[in-house]
């Protein structure tokens, strides 16, 4: 084989031994949940100790042993690779790299909660110290048949050293040096047997109650130290001086909290209920169209279709009863870029105080008016969910209404007009033009809306009660059908 092929067969060979062996590295770390943001502290496994983010717009992070990312796309060549999406009261895990598990989904109510991550397992966590997590059971088992390794070759350097002195010895006969040999030999051994029948029922004492054992790790005087605990009581602990000691009584609380449905059966235990209030990020399309007064939607001179609305804006709900769930307010503010398009070879006309629709001069090949309105909307909401409670604290929490209907009304600003012209002149030159101007219309809005919708989505229906236009030979009034995402 030749010189060079064999050379990029094994580079080859170790690049992708390095990615088997980064694609199976361990890795654990802490997840903390609060208000939509996230803080992540690690234990192993990454090139970060800390790590910490912000709810604003997104909901969902990509993980992994270099950091926090926005996009999916933007990590290569990673250990692991998780996806954290925080939608509402439920948290979603994704392990898209570097996981033995898929995914997993919990309820995080108030949007604070704690989680223990590996690749191996997701746990939640009740509080620092109780780590619930099987990963880091198996990381102390096998720390622990290290620590048999380490017993049997510190007791053989001792015994080496031991006999190196008694052979420099010139005081001693040579029967003497043998005796004390032998006399060091069995010390050593009875040594080695008793540190490892320690570990070793240690070990099986922990495989066999490892559901009800929780390990942490410490440090005494600048040394790591290996503590196990069992219903509260401290076991074993291990040092790197190989000090061992086992059963001590000290006592750990546990921390560990439990959150179930509210039933008839349990209501009594419920001392509080959660008042704080949901954000949302709103997104909404329509049909956009005029409705003329006394006339018809045949009458508009607007095209339907063609005539559209598109929606960004930002709103909060709360319970309006302390105790009840059926009732809510949802407020909030959103920009609506709203289009009207007339039939025709048509375009918004003023003249003087008054605004018409009229007959253009010139082929139109596009004609669009928008109007971009700041709206401040209120409504009353009414829905069905189930509470949930925390066993620990007696705290209980509503779930955000599955189905939902609301009703309302808004108002607001108009900020701006704007009316988009294409057309071709009579020397056939193409001509594009923007117009922006009062074009009279009303300043100030002010109209009603209802929706009705299931978790995000909803179906609305939106009226302006006041005209459009100020002054105008025949009022139309603004109105709008279409959905609306709750993000």
């Not at 629709?357 to 010139?362: N, P, Q, R, T």
């Not at 209120?378 to 409670?389: M, N, P, T, Y």
Request: overall charge negative; charged content about 30%.
């Amino acid at each position: 084989m030749p010189i060079k092929l064999t050379i990029i067969l094994a580079i080859l060979a170790n690049f992708w031994s390095t990615q088997l062996v980064a694609q199976n590295k361990e890795f654990s770390f802490e997840l903390d949940i609060e208000d939509g943001g996230l803080r992540m502290s690690s234990n192993y496994g990454t090139a970060w100790k800390e790590l910490q983010t912000y709810s604003v717009l997104s909901n969902t992070y990509y993980v992994s042993n270099y950091g926090t990312f926005s996009d999916e796309n933007e990590l290569e060549n990673t250990s692991f690779y998780i996806k954290i999406n925080l939608k509402r009261e439920t948290l979603t895990l994704e392990g898209l790299s570097g996981t033995t598990w898929d995914s997993y989904t919990f309820d995080c109510p108030d949007k604070t909660c704690k989680f223990f991550i590996t690749q191996d397992d997701v746990k939640t966590s009740g509080s620092d110290k109780s780590y619930m997590n099987d990963k880091k059971v198996a990381k102390r088992l096998k720390e622990l048949e290290a620590k048999k390794e380490q017993v049997q070759k510190k007791e053989k350097e001792k015994l080496k050293a031991a006999i190196a002195e008694l052979n420099a010895d010139e005081d001693l006969s040579r029967r003497e040096i043998d005796s004390l040999k032998m006399n060091l030999a069995e010390k050593s051994a009875k040594n080695i047997e008793n540190q490892l029948a320690i570990i070793e029922n240690s070990i099986e004492y922990f495989e066999r109650n490892q559901e009800d054992i929780y390990t942490d790790q410490g440090y005494s005087d600048g040394k790591s130290e290996l503590n196990i605990n069992l219903g509260g009581w401290n076991l074993i602990s291990i040092t790197e001086k190989d000090e061992i000691s086992a059963f001590s009584n000290n006592k750990i609380e546990s921390n560990t909290s439990k959150r179930v449905r509210v039933t008839s059966e349990n209501k009594d235990q419920v001392k509080t209920f959660n008042r704080s209030a949901d954000e949302f990020l709103v997104l909404g399309l329509a049909f956009n169209n005029a409705m003329p007064d006394g006339g018809s939607l045949d009458d508009t001179g607007i095209r339907f279709a063609g005539s559209r609305t598109l929606e960004i804006g930002y709103a909060r709900d709360f319970r309006v009863f302390e105790k009840s769930n059926w009732l809510r307010i949802k407020y909030g503010v959103s920009l609506q870029f709203n289009g009207l398009k007339p039939e025709g070879n048509r375009t918004f006309v003023t003249d003087g105080t008054q605004t018409t629709i009229e007959d253009f001069d010139f082929n139109l090949r596009k004609n669009k008016f928008r109007m971009d309105n700041l709206i401040f909307p209120v409504h009353f909401q009414i829905g069905k969910s189930d509470a949930r409670l925390n066993e620990k604290t007696g705290k209980a929490y509503f779930l955000d209404h599955n189905f939902k209907f609301g009703f309302g009304g808004f108002v607001g600003l108009n900020v701006l007009n704007t009316q988009k012209l294409k057309y071709t002149d009579n020397l056939g030159k193409r001509i594009r033009e923007r117009q922006r101007d009062d074009f009279n219309t009303n300043n100030i809005l002010y109209g009603l809306s209802t929706y009705v919708g299931w978790d995000d989505f909803s179906i609305f229906a939106q009226y302006n009660i006041n005209p459009i236009f100020r002054n105008s030979p025949m009022d139309m009034n603004n109105f709008q059908i279409g959905v609306r995402f709750d993000l």
